[in-house]
Structure formats: structure tokens, C-alpha cells
């Protein structure tokens, strides 16, 4: 791994595999996060593409064609950036992806699937006085004292 890969493992702190956030690329050095911010525009950019879009920055704020080749290379060997060949081309993307733990890794419905879950019956409707709308027979207590024995 390059020394600024290398860095940006140590500066973040995540363990092999584990996909950085957003979030811990903003605590990096200000040009891996003007690279971050151009890639974070465009989403999928060519090499070719990224080195005009860093010679239009304010002059003060360019990167060099081999610092931004040593910054793409670093995000891509941390899992931030994906590379493809198109051709001679480079092509990057970026490749965030969920954290462990997440929503999206505990959906409602995967976690309904579950067997360890138990199933809550919903109380019986009981018609009521005419043109008025059905009452639940018990109420909520009386239905969480049934389940949880109380």
C-alpha cells in the first residue's frame, strides 16, 4: 500500500475491508478532499476528466498531475474509488457502501423473516352501536399483560 494510503488507514482508523464514509473522508489532508469533493460531483470521472478538473481550480488549490495520481490511487486502495479500463482510459467511481449494523442490513422486512421474533396477534373488533365504527376487544395493556405474562 502507498504511504498515503497507508495514512489514510491510520487517520481513519478502519480495519481491512471495512468501506470508509464520507464522514471520515472530510478528516483527511485539504487535497485528498478536493479530490473527494470533485469525485463526489461527478460520481464516475476519467482520469482526463479529474486532471482538467484540477487545473480549473484556484491556482493556490491545484494538485500536481502525480499528486493527483498518488491521491486516486490511495482512495482507490482504502475501497473509496472504484477503477476501470475504458480503452487507454481510466475511468474512477465512487464505491461507498453501508456500514456494518446498518438500515440496510436490517431491513423491517428481513427482520421480520426471522424466526426468533414472536408474532403479535392483533386484537379482535368487536361491532359496536350502530353506524359507529368497531372497538377493540381489550385494550393495549390487556394484550402486552397476554404476551409478556403480567
Known amino acids: 500500500m502507498s504511504g498515503l494510503a497507508d495514512q489514510l488507514k491510520e487517520t481513519i482508523g478502519k ?31 476519467s482520469s482526463k476528466d479529474l486532471r482538467q478538473a484540477v487545473a480549473d481550480l484556484p491556482e493556490g488549490k491545484r494538485l500536481s498531475p502525480d499528486e493527483l495520481d498518488e491521491i486516486l490511487d ?9 477503477q476501470e479500463q475504458s480503452g487507454d482510459e481510466t475511468i474512477y467511481r465512487v464505491n461507498l457502501s453501508p456500514k456494518p449494523g446498518t438500515a440496510s442490513e436490517n431491513s423491517p422486512l428481513e427482520m421480520l423473516e426471522k424466526e426468533d421474533i414472536p408474532s403479535v396477534q392483533m386484537p379482535q373488533m368487536k361491532p359496536s352501536a350502530a353506524g359507529s365504527k368497531p372497538s377493540p376487544s381489550g385494550g393495549l395493556m390487556s394484550r402486552l399483560k397476554k404476551i409478556f405474562g403480567g
Open 15 to 45: 480495519p481491512e475491508g471495512q468501506a470508509l464514509s464520507t464522514l471520515d473522508l472530510m478528516s483527511l489532508p485539504s487535497s485528498v478532499r478536493r479530490v473527494v469533493n470533485l469525485m463526489l460531483r461527478k460520481v464516475k470521472a
Open 74 to 82: 490511495a482512495l482507490c486502495q482504502v475501497g473509496w474509488l472504484a
